[in-house]
């Protein structure tokens, strides 16, 4: 076991941040040559022209989840170590249409409206500052929902632990899943490709 | 901690270890920045170009002037005794930087106005000043005298602004006679930045866009070697060195005035100098930023930084 | 200032008009290409650092951080903002994810500049003014704050990160989010064509 390397004390507190930053450089850099600065090309996911959105988060996902597979089954990376945010489940499902509420109104998300300000969008720039706005409202909202917000809590938990599966199984599952959803997208673009 | 309260703990001794704060860097940056202006206005006197109609040297020794204000400014908000200004003036000491400076940044302000005269706006061109701003921009030799005195000044200012840290020995961090070039090529490729921003001659704005490549990339080697430099020094130094390197200041020097002030301009320029990106004015605006940032993480570690 | 001619191209100004070839804004990557690098920079994060992207995140300290600029007494009587307050010796600024979306910023600009595509513009459908879009964007950056503050988490911090190593909570707000924007899109169909 070597990795996560910070976990393992190879750097302190302020190189991760210039480590951050360089993350941040090839994020972003990707993020852009998806086409994820243009809130027309970001929404189109969800009118069914362009599954952009669908084809890159789904590759991203399933590149990351095989590496970090692999990486851990080499015993080069200890996945205890790897950070998970906590369960919640009714918060979540809230939070996600909400969110989702959000992008398809405002045309992004936090991530993709950064890039899309660092390309020139000045509607980018307003989603930003009303992720701040937002922000804001919720700090003022949260101790009204507190209750809300904390329900439903199962803590940290993988879908292989919650549901007791073998963690190779599940890996297979989505791989799966992500490749018919490729196929079925393909099919899906050229139905809706005439309404564009 | 506690060698520091039993030895140190004395108004005598230490009587303020952070004495600097936004005023110092602000100003050190619109030296530079003015500096680097004269060396490019000189440049272009010198070359003759100032008779092209589109030179920015229109314009350049006016906003020098407007900066050098601005710096003045920062720096008498800065003194403690603010009537007492005056006396830097009854005095030249050849060894404060302090009293240089003084006499310096006095002469800058006429060797930019007369810099200006030479390509006056017409309708300022009347009475006695426009005959004098003919009579300049018709004589080679006076030319030749402005565009030498605006480089050698501009070069003094550039590296006085470095000069002023350096020669303050009891902060490590400052300790190393690099730091007047150091400040000198920052504000040299921040002074080149903003005329590639300006500029609205093609040929103009590549010139100085090219120029701000290697005043960058000569930072940056510069840059390396004070570092090199300090860490092959003593302990205190060493110390110094580990604040940028691991301590609380490393963030903000790698990524604002490595990352976001010369590593990525200078990939970008040079894309855009061999036409394969767009000039874009992000990327001076970084540059600038750049060299406004380094002199933050200079001022405060430096203040930070002391002999073990 | 300098006068330029083409209002629309102040960012990027173009080298001259005899470099049009140059101009044209180059198309985007195969989204399975795009989405190997972006899968490549996840796992990289998860092994050099042990945790993944975000984005929320850094706003949520961003906004802290101006809050308590200006009311400092208020950002410390709002937990939520109190918590990155906590440690008066460090900003709230000296954050990962802060330092992660100021790369984000720089990423996006180097991949758009390459491609020709800095532009000074706002993103709409032909049958919405520009103000009505504006209102729009900055309702939904509103909404998606508080979505995002509800669920600890964003399309990225969330969605992906958590997606990639198959976290429970992630998934089920992965599905939300497809399932709350589907739902919504019809309504909102005049913003966008």
Same mark, same amino acid.
């Given at each position: 076991m070597m990795a996560p390397f910070f976990k393992f004390g190879l750097f302190g507190d302020e190189a991760s941040l210039v480590v951050a930053f360089v993350i941040g450089i090839g994020f972003g850099f990707f993020l852009e040559r998806a086409g994820f600065a243009s809130a027309r090309k970001l929404v189109s996911q969800f009118y069914l022209n362009d599954l952009a959105v669908f084809k890159v988060m789904f590759t991203a996902i399933v590149t990351a989840m095989l590496g970090v597979t692999y990486l851990s089954w080499m015993g080069? @990376?200890?996945? =205890?170590q790897v950070y998970l945010v906590p369960t919640f489940v009714v918060p979540q499902i809230v939070g996600g249409l909400v969110l989702g509420a959000g992008f398809v109104i405002g045309g992004y998300c936090p991530g993709t409206s950064a890039v899309s300000i660092a390309t020139g969008k000045l509607d980018g720039l307003l989603f930003a500052l009303g992720l701040l706005g937002g922000t804001l409202a919720f700090a003022e909202l949260l101790p009204h929902i507190q209750g809300f917000f904390s329900m439903t809590s199962i803590g940290t938990t993988t879908i292989p632990v919650y549901f007791n599966l073998p963690y190779g199984l599940v890996v297979f599952a989505v791989v799966l899943m992500a490749l018919g959803g490729f196929y079925g997208a393909g099919l899906i673009e050229r139905a809706f490709a005439k309404r564009a | 901690m506690t060698e520091l309260v039993l030895t140190r703990h004395n108004a005598m001794i230490d009587? @303020?270890?952070?004495? /600097?704060? /936004?005023e110092i860097p602000v100003y050190l940056f619109l030296g530079g920045l003015i500096g680097g202006t004269m060396m490019i206005t000189g440049y272009i006197l010198l070359k003759g170009r100032? &008779? $092209?109609? =589109?030179?920015?040297?229109s314009v350049l020794p006016l906003v020098g002037l407007a900066l050098l204000s601005v710096g003045m400014l920062a720096l008498f908000l800065d003194? $403690?005794?603010? @009537?007492?200004? /005056? &006396?830097?003036?009854t005095t030249f000491q050849f060894s404060s930087p302090m009293s240089w400076g003084a006499w310096i940044l006095l002469l800058v302000y006429p060797a930019l106005a007369v810099a200006w005269l030479v390509r006056l706006p017409a309708f300022l061109r009347v009475g006695q000043v426009g005959r004098l701003a003919d009579a300049l921009a018709e004589s080679p030799r006076a030319i030749w005298a402005i565009g030498y005195v605006n480089l050698a000044l501009g070069g003094m200012l550039g590296i006085y602004t470095g000069v002023l840290l350096s =020669? @303050?020995?009891? &902060?490590p961090f400052w300790n190393s006679a690099l730091l007047g070039v150091l400040f000198l090529l920052s504000g040299l490729s921040a002074a080149a930045a903003f005329v590639h921003m300006i500029a609205w001659d093609r040929t103009e704005r590549e010139l100085l866009a090219r120029a701000d490549n290697i005043f960058i990339s000569l930072e940056l080697v510069t840059l390396m070697l004070f570092l090199t430099g300090l860490l092959t020094s003593g302990a205190s130094h060493q110390a110094a060195a580990a604040l940028v390197l691991g301590g609380p200041f490393t963030a903000v020097f790698w990524v604002g005035v490595v990352g976001l002030g010369l590593v990525i301009p200078l990939v970008l320029q040079s894309l855009a100098v061999t036409h394969r990106t767009l000039h874009s004015a992000i990327v001076p605006v970084m540059v600038i930023a750049g060299s406004l940032v380094l002199r933050f993480v200079f001022v405060y570690a430096g203040q930070y930084s002391h002999w073990l | 200032m300098t006068v330029r001619t083409d209002t629309a191209d102040v960012l990027a100004a173009p080298v001259a008009d005899d470099h049009a070839a140059v101009r044209e804004a180059a198309p985007y990557t195969n989204p399975y290409l795009a989405g190997i690098g972006l899968g490549l920079v996840l796992l990289a994060a998860f092994v050099i650092m042990g945790r993944g992207l975000g984005a929320s995140g850094a706003f949520k300290a961003f906004t802290a951080w101006a809050t308590n600029l200006v009311a400092p007494g208020y950002a410390h009587s709002r937990t939520f903002l109190a918590d990155y307050l906590s440690d008066p010796t460090t900003s709230p600024l000296n954050d990962w994810l802060v330092f992660e979306v100021v790369g984000v910023f720089a990423g996006g600009l180097i991949s758009a500049l390459l491609a020709r595509r800095v532009r000074l513009g706002v993103e709409k459908g032909p049958r919405v003014t520009t103000g009505v879009r504006l209102l729009l964007a900055f309702g939904g950056g509103a909404l998606s704050a508080v979505g995002a503050a509800i669920a600890r988490g964003c399309t990225s911090g969330q969605a992906l990160t958590g997606g990639a190593l198959l976290n429970l909570g992630s998934w089920i707000f992965m599905l939300s989010v497809f399932a709350g924007a589907y739902g919504l899109a019809y309504f909102v169909r005049g913003e966008w064509r």
């Open positions: 080069v @990376l200890d996945l =205890s | 009587p @303020l270890l952070h004495a /600097w704060g /936004w100032h &008779r $092209e109609n =589109s030179c920015v040297c003194l $403690e005794h603010k @009537l007492y200004v /005056w &006396r830097l003036y =020669s @303050l020995g009891s &902060r | -």
